[in-house]
């Protein structure tokens, strides 16, 4: 094995604090990227539902005053 210890993988002779990070951030991004299109998706669809809901309420609501009338 390369390292010793963990603590010696962790502090990778004075440079583990910036190849944590970077792979922190790197791990970070890659969430962001995957989540992203899903949580857009969900938020789409809500607002299509929604969407749907209001134009089916007014279709009944114009439909109602003039079947009763006719």
């Given at each position: 094995m390369?390292?010793?210890s963990f603590?010696?993988?962790l502090v990778m002779?004075?440079?583990g604090a910036f190849v944590w990070a970077a792979y922190a951030i790197t791990a970070m991004v890659l969430i962001?990227?995957?989540l992203t299109p899903v949580?857009?998706?969900r938020r789409l669809r809500r607002e299509l539902a929604g969407e749907?809901?209001?134009r089916e309420m007014t279709q009944t609501g114009?439909?109602?005053p003039h079947a009763s009338s006719t």
């Open positions: 390369y390292f010793d603590h010696a993988a002779d004075g440079h962001i990227l995957l949580l857009r998706s749907i809901r209001r114009r439909e109602g």
